[in-house]
């Protein structure tokens, strides 16, 4: 069974820039959620969603925005990138929203804003 | 707000040297406590979920346990292969939506 593909792994953007990242979840699963992890603040939570609706959304600007397609494939989007987005971007999916099972994570997306 | 710390921050340990990692939370009723291993430059890798105070659950030289504010993760005769960041995670029971509160973990390293 194939895990969570995120693409792509490394990325450099200027200042300024927009970015867009992908997220293949685990076939089956539904939910699919982001985080932003860095050496200072760790795992922050982004957004989730489930059958193409965001189900939560956690303290980041409006900058950061998400969306989910119907064969449940996730894109996030970061818009006016500033140094302090460059950042470990990570995506988990789950079977089913609001449930105590396990998340898998991928592998990240590794976003460098110089 | 749910909150997750962890502790130590890093720990060094010889091998076959045991010891406990420790998570205390603070959650608006707990759907269940995670933790997850994370080597560099990858994702974090599953490892166990706890769902009530008392509950144990063992996975190779791990063990985890849960009370109503801390969760311990007991490494049993440690390897070098073991050495990465262990991470703590909540998922509270509130609304549909499966958003998890990470600590900032324990970056675990084993010496030969």
């Known amino acids: 069974k194939a895990g969570v593909t995120q693409t792509p792994r490394y990325l450099i953007k200027t200042r300024g820039q927009q970015v867009t990242l992908s997220c293949s979840p685990i076939?089956?699963?539904?939910?699919v959620s982001w985080y932003q992890q860095t050496p200072g603040q760790g795992l922050q939570f982004l957004f989730e969603y489930f059958s193409e609706t965001q189900r939560n959304k956690g303290n980041f600007p409006g900058r950061f925005s998400g969306r989910q397609f119907s064969n449940s494939r996730s894109e996030m989007n970061v818009s006016t990138l500033e140094l302090g987005d460059s950042a470990l971007y990570l995506c988990?999916?789950?079977?089913?929203?609001?449930?105590?099972?396990?998340?898998?994570f991928g592998q990240g997306t590794r976003l460098t804003v110089v | 707000e749910d909150q997750v710390t962890q502790s130590p921050e890093a720990l060094r340990l010889q091998e076959g040297e045991s010891s406990s990692l420790n998570c205390s939370y603070t959650?608006?009723?707990?759907?269940?406590l995670f933790w997850y291993r994370q080597d560099p430059g990858k994702g974090p890798e599953f490892l166990f979920t706890?769902?009530?105070a008392g509950e144990e659950k063992e996975k190779e030289r791990l063990k985890a346990t849960l009370t109503k504010k801390e969760s311990f993760l007991h490494i049993t005769a440690p390897k070098p292969e073991d050495s990465a960041t262990y991470l703590c995670?909540?998922?509270?029971?509130?609304?549909?939506?499966?958003?998890?509160?990470f600590g900032k973990g324990i970056t675990l390293s084993v010496r030969p």
């Open positions: 988990a999916s789950s079977p089913l929203a609001g449930m105590s099972t396990e998340a898998f």
């Open positions: 076939s089956g699963h539904r939910s």
């Open positions: 706890l769902y009530s």
């Open positions: 959650v608006s009723g707990l759907r269940g």
């Open positions: 995670a909540v998922q509270a029971r509130t609304g549909a939506n499966s958003k998890l509160t």
